[in-house]
């Protein structure tokens, strides 16, 4: 689909057809990428920890979960002061 690059004020921008808008449930904001030839425009995810539990089920499989600081012990005791 070939569609006009144009002004807005100092910029450029493109419009995007309704019916792209609607079947991919844009409002206002999308996530875009540059690769070295192309411009990627994504909608951005509702949820945005949309498919964490996945990622964490594949991580645990893969044996990638592990605790990356380990334990440590507090070699001081804090006394916190709080203002008023």
């Known amino acids: 689909m070939e569609i006009s690059v144009i002004r807005i004020g100092n910029s450029k921008g493109i419009r995007l057809p309704k019916a792209v808008l609607q079947q991919f449930s844009i409002d206002d ?6 690769h070295e ?3 990627v425009l994504r909608p ?4 945005p920890r949309e498919g964490w539990r996945e990622a964490f089920e594949y991580m645990h499989e893969g044996g990638e979960d592990t605790d990356l600081l380990g334990e440590f012990e507090e070699t001081e005791e804090i006394e916190w002061e709080w203002d008023q």
């Open 44 to 47: 951005l995810k509702k949820n």
């Open 37 to 39: 030839e192309e411009i």
């Open 29 to 34: 904001k999308l996530e875009m990428e540059v």
